[in-house]
């Protein structure tokens, strides 16, 4: 492989992104996912683990995580974390009931706490 070529791929390296999508169950990550990809949102249901939607945003290749948020299923947050360039929190501002618990710092550093 040439100089130029490997030149190239580092390039292309460096335009795609990984985004890391958590949040509450039912806060609507799934459905901003398919919104964004121009995707049927009428058939929406709950994520059990996760799913990769890979978006174009002009030059930059993003490839969203978009991981389940259920009770059991947010120990398993942090290994999604490592390589991330970006994290979206996602909160349903409806949801009063539970709004102190997604945005509790608690919440967010179940992330990076190992001993979670
Ligand atoms: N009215 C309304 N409903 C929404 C909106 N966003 C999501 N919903 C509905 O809320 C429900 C849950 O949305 P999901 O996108 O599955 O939520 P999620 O955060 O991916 O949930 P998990 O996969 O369980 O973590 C679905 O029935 C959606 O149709 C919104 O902006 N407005
Ligand atoms: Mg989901």
Redesign the pocket.
């Given at each position: 492989m040439g100089l130029l070529s490997i030149i190239k791929k580092v390039k292309q390296r460096e335009k795609e992104m990984r985004v890391l999508m958590v949040?509450l169950?039912?806060?609507?990550?799934?459905?901003?996912v398919k919104q964004l990809n121009g995707e049927d949102?009428s058939t929406?249901?709950?994520?059990l683990g996760f799913n990769i939607k890979t978006l174009q945003y002009h030059s930059y290749r993003l490839n969203i995580w978009?991981v389940?948020?259920?009770k059991t299923l947010r120990s398993y947050w942090r290994n999604y974390f490592e390589q991330t360039d970006a994290l979206i929190w996602?909160i349903d501002s409806a949801d009063t009931l539970r709004m102190q618990v997604s945005t509790a710092p608690h919440s967010l550093s179940t992330l990076s706490d190992s001993s979670a």
């Amino acid at each position: 492989m040439g100089l130029l070529s490997i030149i190239k791929k580092v390039k292309q390296r460096e335009k795609e992104m990984r985004v890391l999508m958590v949040g509450l169950d039912n806060a609507g990550k799934t459905t901003v996912v398919k919104q964004l990809n121009g995707e049927d949102t009428s058939t929406v249901s709950p994520t059990l683990g996760f799913n990769i939607k890979t978006l174009q945003y002009h030059s930059y290749r993003l490839n969203i995580w978009d991981v389940g948020g259920q009770k059991t299923l947010r120990s398993y947050w942090r290994n999604y974390f490592e390589q991330t360039d970006a994290l979206i929190w996602v909160i349903d501002s409806a949801d009063t009931l539970r709004m102190q618990v997604s945005t509790a710092p608690h919440s967010l550093s179940t992330l990076s706490d190992s001993s979670a």
